[in-house]
T-cell receptor, first 113, second 109 residues
Framework: NAGVTQTPKFQVLKTGQSMTLQCAQD?????MYWYRQDPGMGLRLIYY???????DKGEVPNGYNVSRLNKREFSLRLESAAPSQTSVYFC????????????FGPGTRLLVL | GQSLEQPSEVTAVEGAIVQINCTYQ??????LSWYQQHDGGAPTFLSY????GLEETGRFSSFLSRSDSYGYLLLQELQMKDSASYFC??????????FGPGTRLSVLP
């Protein structure tokens, strides 16, 4: 049981390049999330997926796209990276019930030059 | 919209008790969660309050008052390893989550 996994762990991009961040969970959760965290700040929701086949915008969706490939996988794509997208990106899956819990992946550290 | 407020920093000594407050303004409210994050690490779940009152999990307790839009995390018998950032987060009836700015706790020997 690996929980939530993310790839890559670290990436450097040049302005205008594109990339996809991968996320997978093996806990059979319906809901998955993408957050970004800037230094010294809280987490801001980019996109979420309540179930397979559905996605919705969070607080800061501009410049990003997502795909919920299946129940396990939720990817985040930067079509044309900008320095303002330099951040740490966390994927999470959510267990719903009496104890609302989000399980986070280890994060992807992205530097856009 | 939703906004949360937390103190930016708290300092305490080993063995002490510390309380981290969280106030929120939301258009919809389902529950209040608390997460811990060590430097360079991922957030990990600590506690959840869906109803008013106190929830206890070992050395950690969390409290919620819906009528006051207020909650707190109580950490007892502080240990050095508790030095970390602590975030409150509000979920609404949909799937949206909003995290607070975080409180950095420093535990001194």
């Amino acid at each position: 049981n690996a929980g939530v996994t993310q790839t890559p762990k670290f990436q450097v991009l040049k302005t205008g390049q594109s990339m996809t961040l991968q996320c997978a969970q093996d806990m059979n959760h319906n809901s998955m999330y993408w957050y970004r965290q800037d230094p010294g700040m809280g987490l801001r929701l980019i996109y979420y997926s309540a179930s397979e086949g559905t996605t919705d915008k969070g607080e800061v969706p501009n410049g990003y796209n997502v795909s919920r490939l299946n129940k396990r996988e939720f990817s985040l794509r930067l079509e044309s990276a900008a320095p303002s997208q330099t951040s740490v990106y966390f994927c999470a899956s959510r267990r719903v019930g009496n104890q609302e819990t989000q399980y986070f992946g280890p994060g992807t550290r992205l530097l856009v030059l | 919209g939703q906004s949360l407020e937390q103190p930016s920093e708290v300092t305490a000594v080993e063995g002490a008790i510390v309380q981290i407050n969280c106030t929120y303004q939301t258009s919809g409210f389902y529950g209040l969660s608390w997460y811990q994050q060590h430097d360079g690490g991922a957030p990990t779940f600590l506690s959840y309050n869906g109803l008013d009152g106190l929830e206890e999990t070992g050395r950690f307790s969390s409290f919620l008052s819906r009528s006051d839009s207020y909650g707190y995390l109580l950490l007892q018998e502080l240990q050095m390893k508790d030095s970390a950032s602590y975030f409150c987060a509000v979920s609404d009836y949909g799937q949206n989550f909003v995290f607070g700015p975080g409180t950095r706790l420093s535990v001194l020997p």
